[in-house]
């Protein structure tokens, strides 16, 4: 597992971590499940909003001219025609929030490829929360590690907390429950250098993650707990 700290992924890196099939793939991005983007790097674009007419038509609002450094996201027409083609060469893409950034230099597009896409970290997180996990339902159920009673103690923890137990939980669940500290650290997005600095402000968490009896720095989560999560 990487040790960095990411803000984007390769979209093959993420549809290898999901274990996304490429019919499934198309089908989330071509329904506006999953918005896909792709890096731009010193090219001048028009940057702007909309806004609504009274009869409720939108129309660009530019805002300014600058040279694009960074992450855009492709139109859903063009990322149907990059499936369906191989390559797509768009003018205009989507930022968040709503807005837009278009080539200014007639003529000028930008040639895309499957392998150019990339998906952004809060693009992926919400990817797998809202789609992952509806279609993964009927498998296990949803659990909330930020806040949970287990043996008769109510714990809570912060996001990043919740996601190092996410991830040793789903280990655990899938027939590896020890785990190298740096890859849980990782998997929580953490900067922390060891495990319990990142649980430092909980203190009750060695209640429920467990040092490997047989590997300095792994660790697991108390088998209890999977199984009462599992139940």
Known sequence: MSRIIKKY?????MTAAWDLSEPDLRYVVENGQLTLSARIVGLRMEVGGFEETPEGE?????????LMDGL???????????????????RR??????????LIRDGETVCLRRGDLLVRQDERRRFEASVLQTTREGQVKH?????????????????????????LFECARDGVPEQKFRDILDAASSSSSQLGHLFSSRPLWTRIVKKSPGHRGWYLMDSRLVVALLS
Do not use: H, W
């Open 143 to 167: 659990i909330d590690f930020r806040c949970f009673e287990f043996d008769g103690v109510l714990f809570d923890f912060t996001e990043m907390q919740s996601r190092a137990l996410k991830f």
């Open 93 to 102: 893409f989507c930022l968040p929030d709503d807005e837009y950034a278009e």
């Open 9 to 13: 992924f390769t979209l093959d890196e």
């Open 72 to 90: 855009v996201d492709l139109c859903r027409r063009d990322t149907y025609a990059l499936f369906r083609d191989g390559s797509v060469s768009p």
């Open 58 to 66: 939108r129309f660009y609002i530019p805002y300014q001219n600058c």
